[in-house]
């Protein structure tokens, strides 16, 4: 996890008992470094109380595209969460009108993350991060959603400002700002209008920072562009919310919080990863199979922990960074109930599209975000949509990681129903299987008690990964997709 450097955690819990939960954090490794008063301080997301995240992939992942929607959903906070959602079901709609009959390869992809921009009693902000892949780079976008608590009211970024006029003022001060970036930045083209305020929100000083997409007002090369306009400038300008949200930005430095991104590294230290159960069952005299959910912890996963309890059954969960930080809880209730946390990347980007240094980042925030919720660090990675590159595996080794994919799809992804996937599972299981299925999805956590019954019936046990391979360690930079790896030959690369 990120680190954090609180001056006082008794802040923390006052801003908390306030209804939503407020800190700050770093800001994303994975944009160029930007000027430093275009820095955002993210809140972080496991202390704003009420806060699950959800997960779209349209429960048509074709194969011939790749599609990862992550969004949060707040209790408190009904007409953002219907915002948030009318969004990814729109830019699902809108990528695979856009990619239809595609058989392109690379596969184009669809990745939306989020970071919570602002989260006070007075003002929550959610930044959603798009990238989208149609063949050559990624295009990426930021769109930031403000939430007025008083009011249950969820507004575009341009709700910080007073009306139209207030937003061709605020176009003049960035395009005064701009003369400073040079000419690959077309300065003229900023106006105001369209969605070119689409991401705002404020800094620690209380100046607003808007940012522009891949390509929106200069060339595609210059990376991530945003401007500060001083706090002092654009307050005249600002919505009764604006003022709000500018006021508890403020308000989140001077009660204790500052980001320590270039503080001391996270010790590296913790235990790998491993079931508390694991031992109790000899895979080499008993069936087993391993069950795998990737994509979570969700909104769903909570039930699906009690279902795997009342069948005594373990488990291996893929875990999203993005979502892990988010509800560390979760991942404690998995480990203290014997199933094993593995590593799904960061944000669900393909890796095998990305280089090595992104590749490194993603797992390594992941690694560090489990490694805060349960003191262990995952020793497994699974790559999203199973998609593995020489780099991927590179990196896996030098980090000490294992490459899991699987050899049982349920396509619990596609339009089945929860007796379906049970069918499905049931038809294809067989000793030493790794099944793959997703906790954040509907039907499969459905399904889950009868391929249970189902399967123990049939004189199966539920393991964890490692399990399956008895007492011979899996290794690292190597690919295993079912139980019986190990027998046979693979080039370790
Ligand atoms: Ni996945």
């Not at 954090?25 to 430093?36: G, K, L, T």
């Not at 955002?40 to 779209?56: E, M």
Request: proline share 5%; net charge positive.
């Amino acid at each position: 996890m990120h680190k954090l450097r609180f001056f006082s955690g008794i802040a923390l819990l006052a801003l908390s008992a306030g209804g939503c939960g407020l800190a700050a954090s770093s800001p994303e490794r994975d944009i160029i470094v930007p000027a430093e008063p275009t820095l955002i301080d993210f809140a972080d997301p496991a202390a704003v109380t009420g806060l699950s995240t959800r997960t779209l992939t349209g429960r048509d992942s074709s194969s011939s595209r790749y599609v990862h929607i992550a969004y949060p959903e707040l209790a408190d906070a009904p007409a953002l969460n219907k915002a948030l959602r009318a969004r990814a079901q729109r830019q699902l709609r809108d990528f695979r009108e856009r990619t239809k009959g595609s058989v392109a390869y690379p596969r184009p992809e669809l990745n939306v993350n989020w970071q919570l921009a602002a989260a006070s009693p007075k003002a929550v902000a959610v930044r959603l991060r798009t990238g989208e892949f149609l063949g050559t780079r990624w295009d990426n976008s930021t769109r930031t959603y403000w939430f007025d608590p008083g009011e249950n009211q969820a507004v575009g970024s341009t709700g910080l400002l007073a009306g139209q006029s207030a937003l061709d003022a605020l176009a003049a001060l960035v395009r005064e700002q701009l003369t400073e970036r040079g000419s690959q930045v077309e300065r003229d083209a900023v106006t105001g209008g369209g969605d070119q305020f689409d991401s705002m929100a404020f800094n620690r000083n209380g100046d607003l920072v808007v940012e522009f997409d891949d390509c929106q007002i200069g060339t595609c090369s210059l990376g991530r562009l945003a401007v500060a306009v001083p706090a002092g400038q654009v307050a005249p300008l600002l919505s009764g919310l604006g003022r709000r949200a500018q006021a508890s930005a403020r308000e989140a430095v001077a009660t204790g919080y500052v980001s320590d991104d270039e503080g001391a590294p996270l010790p590296r230290n913790n235990p790998a990863a491993v079931s508390n159960k694991a031992g109790t069952v000899d895979c080499a005299k008993v069936k087993c199979v391993a069950l795998t959910f990737d994509d979570g912890p969700g909104p769903r996963t909570g039930r699906l922990l009690d279902l795997l309890v009342e069948g005594r059954a373990r488990a291996t969960f893929f875990a999203v960074g993005n979502g892990a930080v988010a509800q560390p809880e979760l991942l404690r209730r998995m480990s203290a109930d014997g199933h094993l946390i593995g590593n799904h990347s960061w944000a669900h980007r393909d890796l095998s599209k990305q280089p090595t240094s992104k590749i490194t980042d993603s797992l390594a925030r992941t690694a560090d975000a489990v490694a805060a919720a349960i003191g262990q660090a995952p020793t497994l990675v699974r790559p999203p949509y199973g998609a593995v590159s020489q780099d991927l595996r590179n990196v896996a080794r030098d980090m000490g990681y294992s490459l899991v994919t699987w050899n049982v799809d349920t396509e619990d992804q596609r339009d089945g129903t929860a007796a379906d996937i049970a069918n499905t599972v049931v038809r294809k299981a067989h000793p030493g299987a790794i099944i793959r299925m997703h906790d954040t999805d509907r039907e499969t956590v459905d399904a889950v008690p009868d391929i249970l019954k189902r399967l123990r019936g049939k004189g199966y046990s539920f393991v964890t990964v490692p399990e399956l391979y008895g007492s011979a360690r899996m290794q690292a930079g190597r690919l295993y997709r079912s139980g019986s790896e190990p027998s046979r030959k693979q080039p370790l690369t």
